[in-house]
Antibody, heavy 121, light 106 residues
Framework: QVQLVQSGAEVRKPGASVNISCRTSGYTFTNYYIHWVRQAPGQGLEWMVFINPSDGFTRSGQRLQSRVAVTRDTSASTVYLELSSLKSEDTAVYYC??????????????WGQGTLVTVSS | IVLTQSPATLSLSPGDTATLSCRPSHSVGGHYLAWYQQKPGQAPRLLIYGTSSRATGIPDRFSGSGSGTDFALTIRRLEPEDFAVYYCQLYGSTPLFGQGTRLDIK
């Protein structure tokens, strides 16, 4: 079955960077996009960025564009999210999610379990 | 575009029918919508995609409809496990979520 397994919780100081992994299995890695969505405590969902694992193309939302980077390792069927220059408002649960191989058909049919990132001095 | 979900909270009883609204601030023409259910401490779960198609394993009590600036998720014959937070999400190269509707047990 399709599985997305994320790395564990992280604590960082303001200004630092964090790297989260999302290991996928149960399907052909290069046939689906991987998106990252975050959720601040008690808040709603915010889409951040996607990657096309086939060619590495990424697109991010304007708000985070300068601080977010996504890469993939096709041999390991794994996607990595890096968020830099962390602020306290980046404290959130970060989810990876699978979407169709279509830049405009962006819905998310399988989700990772979430990774809590806490930014605190 | 802003997606506005209403009501913010909906209090109903098991067996009732819930109608959740999602309204884009501008007409989204041929763009589609998805709906998700989220329970405390869990990742969201896809319910509806393509505005009205049920995801795998989703019972037919859940239905999606709408176009333009008026979309809805309808849940008939509410069961105890349906009480959760529901999010709509607009397709696109930069996807957008609504702020959520909390469905509470009355």
């Amino acid at each position: 079955q399709v599985q997305l397994v994320q790395s564990g919780a992280e604590v960082r100081k303001p200004g630092a960077s964090v790297n989260i992994s999302c290991r996928t299995s149960g399907y052909t890695f290069t046939n689906y996009y991987i998106h990252w969505v975050r959720q601040a405590p008690g808040q709603g969902l915010e889409w951040m960025v996607f990657i096309n694992p086939s060619d590495g193309f990424t697109r991010s939302g304007q708000r985070l564009q300068s601080r977010v980077a996504v890469t993939r390792d096709t041999s390991a069927s794994t996607v990595y999210l890096e968020l830099s220059s962390l602020k306290s408002e980046d404290t959130a649960v970060y989810y990876c999610a699978r979407g169709p191989y279509d830049i405009f058909s962006s819905y998310f049919d399988s989700w990772g379990q979430g990774t809590l990132v806490t930014v605190s001095s | 575009i802003v997606l506005t979900q209403s009501p913010a909270t909906l209090s109903l009883s098991p067996g009732d029918t819930a109608t959740l609204s999602c309204r884009p601030s501008h007409s989204v023409g041929g763009h589609y919508l998805a709906w998700y259910q989220q329970k405390p401490g869990q990742a969201p779960r896809l319910l509806i995609y393509g505005t009205s198609s049920r995801a795998t394993g989703i019972p037919d009590r859940f239905s999606g409809s709408g176009s333009g600036t008026d979309f809805a998720l309808t849940i008939r014959r509410l069961e105890p496990e349906d009480f959760a937070v529901y999010y709509c999400q607009l397709y696109g190269s930069t996807p957008l979520f609504g702020q959520g509707t909390r469905l509470d047990i009355k």
